[in-house]
């Protein structure tokens, strides 16, 4: 059963430009998130998807951008590229609870480092 | 609103002796609270989670931590350290099981001298 992946792996990206992550949920998930890990940082929320539709979102401005497709995979975009968005970004998957009991619980994926020069 | 504080960014301690890993919480609602560990170059790994049932909680690797509502805390503890232990622990807090965001602490990093 592979779990969560996420490509590519690693990323370098100058100033201004744009990427695109993407995530793959363990096989079963419906619903993913997205966190963005700083360099000697907790992981901090960026959004999360289900039903194609963002449901929940933290405090990261209008750059970050995401989009969830029918087999449940996941992109994350990120537009005009500051030096700040050097970071690890993980995703996470997991089944809506509306699925039943031991639903919720979310699985990491490995992440994508993405380093702005 | 809901946050995390961890105790101490670096921990170390000699291989069989007590790990203690601090975590104090902060939350508007009953909260559900999670340990992860982050070994280099890989994702997150659910060490144990508390959701309302035992305040005690035994996870995976021998690690168990214990809900203490009135010190608003839920320190991680182990018995006896292995090599393997040594990794980035982080404390996660959430308004439930964890299907909605997970808030972490900033993570302390436990050495393991032999």
């Known amino acids: ?117 | 609103a809901q946050s995390v504080t961890q105790l101490g960014s670096h921990v170390s301690v000699s291989e069989g002796a007590l790990v203690l890993l601090r975590c104090n919480y902060s939350s508007s609602v009953p909260p559900y609270l999670f340990w992860y560990v982050q070994y280099p170059n890989q994702g997150l790994q659910l060490l144990l989670k508390y959701t309302s049932a035992a305040t005690l909680v035994k996870g995976i690797n021998g690690f168990e931590a214990e809900f203490k509502k009135s010190e608003t805390s839920f320190h991680l503890t182990k018995p006896s350290a292995h090599m393997s232990d040594a990794a980035e622990y982080f404390c996660a807090v959430s308004p439930d099981t964890g299907r909605r965001a997970l808030t972490f602490g900033s993570g302390t990093r436990l050495q393991v001298q032999p």
């Open chain 1, 1 to 117: 059963d592979a779990g969560v992946t996420q490509s590519p792996t690693h990323l370098i990206k100058t100033r201004g430009q744009q990427v695109t992550l993407r995530c793959s949920p363990k096989s079963g998930h419906d619903t993913v998130s997205w966190y963005q890990q700083a360099l000697g940082q907790g992981p901090q929320f960026i959004f999360q998807y289900y039903e194609e539709e963002e449901r929940q979102r933290g405090n990261f401005p209008d750059r970050f951008s995401g989009h969830q497709f029918p087999n449940y995979s996941s992109e994350l975009n990120v537009n005009a590229l500051l030096l700040g968005d050097s970071a690890l970004y993980l995703c996470a998957s997991s089944l809506h609870p509306r699925r039943g009991a031991g639903a919720g619980e979310q699985f990491f994926g490995p992440g994508t480092r993405l380093t702005v020069l």
